[in-house]
Nanobody, 116 residues
Framework: QVQLVESGGGLVQPGGSLRLSCAAS????????MGWFRQAPGKQRELVAV???????SYDDSVKGRFTISRDNAKNTVYLQLNSLKPEDTAVYYC??????????WGRGTQVTVSS
């Protein structure tokens, strides 16, 4: 069973940057399409970025051009670079398999707060 641990969140001013990490253990995640999700208070969890096993990526329109997803299979880790942050990016960020047919147990997530 894969365990996921997200880290790298924090408080940042609008326009700032953060780099989130998702370390997986228990099994290799290289064969999976992995995604970063976020959940803002009172809202449903949403998928914002996906990286496929071959390395191609896709993004929700709300983050396209600002966020970059990447993976290091040797470290069994997925990253999310967040640039040009906006207050509406405030949420708890989680990583998991992009497909709900392959979904792992959710980690605790990492809080991102964008505020001046």
């Amino acid at each position: 069973q894969v365990q996921l641990v997200e880290s790298g969140g924090g408080l940042v001013q609008p326009g700032g940057s953060l780099r989130l990490s998702c370390a997986a253990s228990g099994s290799a995640i290289s064969i999976y399409a992995m995604g970063w999700f976020r959940q803002a208070p009172g809202k449903q969890r949403e998928l914002v970025a996906v990286i496929y096993s071959g390395g191609s990526t896709s993004y929700d329109d709300s983050v396209k051009g600002r966020f970059t997803i990447s993976r290091d299979n040797a470290k069994n880790t997925v990253y999310l670079q967040l640039n040009s942050l906006k207050p509406e990016d405030t949420a708890v960020y989680y990583c998991n398999a992009a497909s709900d047919r392959s979904r792992f147990v959710w980690g605790r997530g990492t809080q991102v707060t964008v505020s001046s």
